[in-house]
């Protein structure tokens, strides 16, 4: 019996009378770095929120290590040991950029504590340090957020999502917007981090996630096309017919 | 361009030295502040108001969420206060104790319900629940006293202090303020006040970092009913009298034009909006009864002009000075 970290069951998401995802039951391995592809409009999106409870699906059931989180609010998840990163970059802009790590850190230490300093909260300056180290922004550290590239931002995002020392990490299109170095170097992050957790990612850049992943799922129009490994991917007939047919972006 | 640098540099470590003892500060100017007033009589209402506002601001100030409800805090804090003193006949200062906690156990009913809304449905939940509270306090009268206030709120010693005296009174006052502002300079360096920043900066990834938006909110309004409560408490020992006019949503919409002439998110900045406002309603009233209208386009033209209010434009400037 395999181990899977995160099942989808039936799951389905109705918006008023659009059907935006159809009954998508799919399995992630724990360890693996899965991609979920497809073209615009396939539901990705829409999938992605659902696993990371940014709203709930309108049917089906969501197991994160066996346990239902279907209907758990969202700030419960970085403390189950999920974590995500948005499609649309989203950092505390006027705060410095080792602060954003270290508040991320403090969410899973402390949250209502009134009264003592918040510098009291020992090794929280030096965890957020080597995170920032890890992805390469510890330069930047006395930076505010909002003054850092693109880039830098999205590692940033990545260095945040990490303070919960998750096991299940989900990103949104991390490479969106970035040039080809950015991408180059957001790619191998990715594949560094991968090789400590699970990673699934959502991407429409084709080219990028056959080189990295372990396995693919491909959405067309809400529903679950096919999955395998990026080879079978690769010689799919009804995927390259709707979707590599394409031309590639 | 090395000079300048320097200058720059030491600029702004006198700034960061500010903050650090922000709360010394404070109380260093109030000490002296009535001996700078042309009227002393009003320096302990601008005591008053500038802790109010600061309550106000907790959640205004740091959350964003502008409540039009705070009269109910502020009055619930008078009448909590006066109603230990007068039907009990409890000694003034369990009156103070009471007042935080009536403060805070309104703020906690109506933060409850408020902190699902936001915008403007927020302050429509805050404006219609602050109006039960007034319209409790009016039938209530067995109790509160009705439309004629609460009366007989007596208190003329503390200890070998004569409360009568104007100055002495002032000094008392002032120094409850400064203990609020202890706490309040505690709370915003607490690990709540990282999360609260948090929240205000982006809401959806303090959510995604496992911050509880709900709870935190809600704790910020309870935070502020308790700093509201006790400025309440101040003016029932103050006036002598709580007038049912406290909870009535003009005192709702005097807080909100005074944090916002003061200027939001900032420490001191509520002082500065109510000594601002009282000022010109006193000094203006001696020539026209038409004070509001100054009043309202010295308001209108902060808002439109000086977004950051008086003391947050200054801060502005000097910061990037």
């Known amino acids: 019996m395999s181990d899977l970290i995160l099942e989808t069951i039936g799951v389905g998401k109705k918006f008023g009378r659009f059907v935006a995802l159809r009954d998508i039951t799919a399995g992630f391995q724990r360890g693996q770095l899965t991609g979920i592809i497809g073209p615009n409009g396939a539901g990705k ?8 409870g940014a709203f709930p699906p309108t049917t089906g059931r969501i197991l994160f290590e066996g346990r239902d989180i279907t209907a758990t609010p969202q700030h419960r998840f970085a403390r189950l040991g999920i974590a995500k990163s948005f499609q649309i970059t989203s950092l505390f802009p006027q705060l410095g950029t080792l602060e954003n790590v270290r508040v991320a850190l403090q969410a899973m230490h402390s949250r209502y504590d009134v009264w003592r300093a918040r510098t009291r909260l020992h090794g929280l300056v030096e965890q957020a340090g080597a995170l920032l180290e890890k992805v390469g922004l510890w330069p930047r550290r006395d930076r505010l957020a909002a003054t850092l590239s693109h880039g830098e931002q999205r590692a ?3 260095a945040m999502a990490l303070a919960c020392d998750p096991r299940l990490l989900l990103l949104d299109e991390p490479t969106a917007g970035m040039s080809p170095e950015e991408t180059r170097a957001s790619m191998d992050l990715i594949v560094r981090l991968a090789a400590e957790r699970t990673v699934i990612l959502v991407e429409h850049k084709m080219k990028l996630v056959m ?3 372990d396995r ?5 129009h809400g529903e679950l096309l096919a999955e395998g490994t990026p080879a079978e991917i690769r010689v799919n007939e009804t995927v ?5 047919g394409q031309r590639e972006h | 361009m090395g000079a300048t640098t320097l200058r720059g540099t030491s600029r702004h470590d006198w700034m960061a030295l500010a903050v650090r003892h922000r709360v010394l500060l404070s109380a260093v100017f109030l000490l002296v502040f ?4 042309p009227f002393k009589a009003i320096a302990v209402n601008i005591l008053i108001y500038g802790l109010f506002a600061v309550g106000f601001n907790m959640l205004y100030g740091y959350l964003g969420l502008l409540s039009f409800g705070h009269a109910a805090l502020f009055g619930g804090g008078a009448y909590a206060c006066g109603i230990v003193m007068t039907r009990f006949g409890l000694p003034w200062w369990l009156g103070v104790i009471a007042a935080i906690g009536a403060g805070a156990l309104i703020a906690a009913v109506m933060g409850g319900l408020a902190v699902r809304t936001r915008g403007i449905y927020f302050a429509m939940v805050t404006l219609a629940l602050a109006q039960c509270v007034f319209y409790l306090a009016y039938q209530a009268g067995g109790v509160t006293g ?3 206030g609460l009366r007989g709120i007596v208190l003329e010693h503390i200890g070998p202090l004569d409360f009568l005296d104007p100055v002495t009174r002032y000094y008392v006052v002032a120094a409850f303020v400064v203990a609020a502002l202890f706490a309040l300079s505690r709370i915003l360096a607490s690990p709540f006040g990282a999360a609260m920043e948090a929240l205000r900066e982006n809401e959806a990834r303090a959510r995604a970092c496992g911050f509880d938006v709900r709870t935190t909110r809600w704790l910020a309004f309870v935070l502020s009913g308790a700093f509201c409560g006790l400025a309440g408490a101040m003016q029932a020992l103050h006036l002598g009298i709580v007038p049912i006019e406290m909870l009535s949503y003009q005192t709702s919409g005097t807080v909100v034009m005074m944090a916002l002439l003061g200027g939001m998110g900032t420490f001191f900045g509520p002082f500065v909006g109510a000594g601002l406002f009282l000022l010109l309603e006193n000094i203006v009233s001696l020539y026209t009864v038409h004070w509001q209208l100054l009043v309202g386009g010295v308001f209108i033209a902060c808002v439109l002009f000086f ?5 947050g434009t200054l801060l502005h400037a000097l910061n990037r000075a």
């Open chain 1, 211 to 213: 080189g990295i992943c």
């Open chain 2, 307 to 311: 977004p950051r209010g008086v003391w």
């Open chain 1, 240 to 244: 390259k017919r709707v979707y590599l």
């Open chain 1, 45 to 52: 999106s829409t999938y992605f929120n659902m696993l990371s």
């Open chain 2, 146 to 148: 009705g439309e004629n």
């Open chain 1, 156 to 158: 940033l995002e990545i």
């Open chain 2, 34 to 37: 009535p001996m700078l007033m």
């Open chain 1, 216 to 220: 693919l799922l491909v959405l067309h």
